[in-house]
């Protein structure tokens, strides 16, 4: 037995006596205990001790009666790469100094940290600082939910000297929650360093940090300039993110080809009043469908698709429409249905580029035009056909089988545009 | 030869950055069980004449079956009539990796089956039995079935016992009660088991529950694992 799931499951009493000795000689490496608050902290402490003496890699123990003498009997766990203590919030500042520092004097080299809603307070924050300065191995810290208005939390002092401890440090996570956090601007001008270094971050959550004002949400923007950014998901939403920033987002995102989901919900002032508006949403339409020109078009972000839950129509345009075409994995037919719907739809086809096209080019776009319906295609997706049979009426010299008679039109004063397909 | 095994299982211990371990993870009958996997892996949460039928001609498409259990006016019935014909096909699959038996009930508190009369108890029992004769299925879950007649799950659980495939079980929100506790622990002891993933969240272990299911891991670690 490997993984052993006892989430919830209501035992009390004699559990630490009985399953942690169970667990001593098993081989369960990959154990759940989560949401067991039926166990006490006493008992709690004497089963995490009998913990130590196993080979436990994966430990689950969120929202339990964990309290400081517990987290200590935890920390003797030598070969443990995954924790999350999610929710203990009997645990006090002092109890996670302690923590974290036993964590680092053991040389424990965890891969996932959870320590989300947990009031670690600015003793516990300096103390982590330390330990994640130590530990290269990490991959995923959630660190959510652990400011708030509890004398406990991290203030935004606490963030910043967390952060500036950071920047000196080789961490090169994968995935970093901060959400629902104090963070204010200084602390988001001392974060972009620190995840402008890391190659390896795909998810960053930086939501419900209400502190931040725009001016330091703008400053976020020399992250996406990083030659390391590699982001996929970045979560802002419920923040005070206004047109200017996302304007600025959207003008760092044109080139980029990683990030997948920007989600920005919920951003408005304290009167609730939306601080994103038409010039932000255009700014975002122009960035996945710029309809300038079709080369344009073409070279639109093919990749952003996941930005918000429900879209005011009034002030989105077809931004809504161009993300869900985005979240097909062909990117040559996403930029095909871009080009087909915005510059030779039924209304307004644009023959003209095909009648000043050279004849050479003929065929291969007539091939892109005539490409077969996709199979499982997220959002519209219209036939070229309609351009076909526009073209053919246009020029019906190419598509007539009879013996040619009449002169080839000249080729040298044709107009040179090459849609690579 | 059991340490070479565990080291062999440790490296395979997921710890994905990205795994959610959501609490409520235990109830996973959501739509992402239906969209997970690639051409090959299909989901059926109807077993119709059409499934039964490719069942029957061990299509190699059907990989994942879910069995969902109606309860209407008063009584069970299976999707298909002649419920002994679901269980023959399934077992004579052998392609079938993972077989999910849900229930579909409109009440809060689930099935109820206290109470409910032999003939059905033994028809339940009898298209489980589906399950000990085939050789491929390598993951059940009985998730969320409340089926809290005395002794179901006992009797359930000890046929499992030396199951050739079997590798995952989850019996999640399960009233295993004593019975349950000590046939799973006899499971865990068999010189056959092959199972590295055992669910019993929201189980309700007593402490006898709990120390017969541990007697059962102490033997689980201790026997000589046959290849």
Sequence with gaps: ?421 | MEDTNNNQDNDNIDIDHNDNNDISDTDSNDEDAYTLGGDNYTVYTMLDKDTFHRLKQNDTSIIDIEVALHFIYGSFFFNSVDWKEDGDYIASNAHLKSLRITHHDGRPNGLGMQGRNLTFRQQLQEFFSCIYRNNSIKHISFNSIYIDINDFWGVLIEGLSGHPSLDSLDISHGKLGSKGCEALGKVLEHTRCKLKDLRLSYCQLDDEGLGLLCDGLVGNSTKEIIP
């Excluded at chain 1, 530990?135 to 810290?141: D, E, F, I, V, Y």
């Design chain 1, 1 to 421: 037995m490997i993984k052993l799931s006892l989430q919830n499951t209501s035992v009390d009493n004699e559990a630490d006596i009985i399953l942690g000795s169970a667990l001593r000689v098993s081989a369960v490496r990959d154990l759940n205990l989560s949401a067991n608050d039926s166990i006490s902290s006493a008992r709690w402490q004497l089963l995490l001790h009998q913990l130590s003496y196993t080979s436990i890699k994966k430990l689950d123990c969120r929202m339990n009666k964990i309290d400081d003498a517990g987290l200590e009997a935890l920390s003797s766990i030598g070969t443990l790469k995954s924790l999350d203590l999610y929710y203990n919030n009997i645990i006090t500042p002092s109890g996670w100094r302690s923590f974290f520092n036993s964590v680092q004097s053991r040389g424990i080299q965890l891969v996932k940290l959870d320590i989300s809603e947990n009031k670690i307070g600015n003793e516990g924050a300096a103390a982590l600082g330390s330990l994640l300065g130590s530990m290269s191995s990490l991959k995923t810290l959630d660190l959510t939910d652990i400011s708030g208005d509890d004398p406990n939390g991290i203030t935004t002092q606490g963030w910043q000297t967390l952060f500036t401890t950071l920047n000196v440090s080789n961490l090169d996570l994968a995935d970093l929650n901060l959400g629902s956090n104090s963070i204010d601007d200084e602390g988001i001008q001392l974060l972009v360093p620190l995840v402008s270094r890391m190659n390896s971050l795909k998810r960053l959550g930086l939501n419900c940090n209400e502190r931040a004002t725009p001016t330091g949400w703008r400053a976020l923007s020399a992250f996406l300039q990083s030659p390391n950014f590699a982001l996929q998901e970045l979560h802002l939403f419920e923040c005070k993110l206004n047109d200017d920033a996302i304007i600025r987002f959207a003008e760092l995102l044109a080139n980029n080809k990683t990030l997948k989901s920007l989600s920005i919900d919920g951003c408005i002032d304290e009167d609730d009043i939306p601080l994103i508006t038409e010039r932000g949403w255009e700014a975002l339409s122009n960035l996945v469908c710029d309809e300038t020109s079709i080369m344009n078009t073409y070279n639109s972000n093919h990749i952003l698709h996941d930005v918000y839950d429900d879209f005011p129509d009034e002030l989105t345009g077809n931004l809504e429409s161009c993300l869900n075409l985005n979240r097909n994995e062909d990117k040559t037919e996403v930029a095909r249905q871009k080009i087909l719907q915005t510059h030779f739809s039924d209304n307004t086809p644009n023959m003209q580029e095909f009648l000043g096209m050279e004849l050479e080019m003929m065929p291969s776009a007539m091939a892109w035009i005539g490409r077969p319906t996709h199979a499982n295609w997220k959002g519209t997706h219209v036939s070229g056909l309609s351009l076909m049979f526009n073209l053919m009426r246009r020029l019906p010299d190419l598509f007539d089988s009879s013996p040619r008679t009449q002169k080839k039109p000249s080729i040298g004063k044709r107009k040179r545009v090459i849609l690579q397909v």
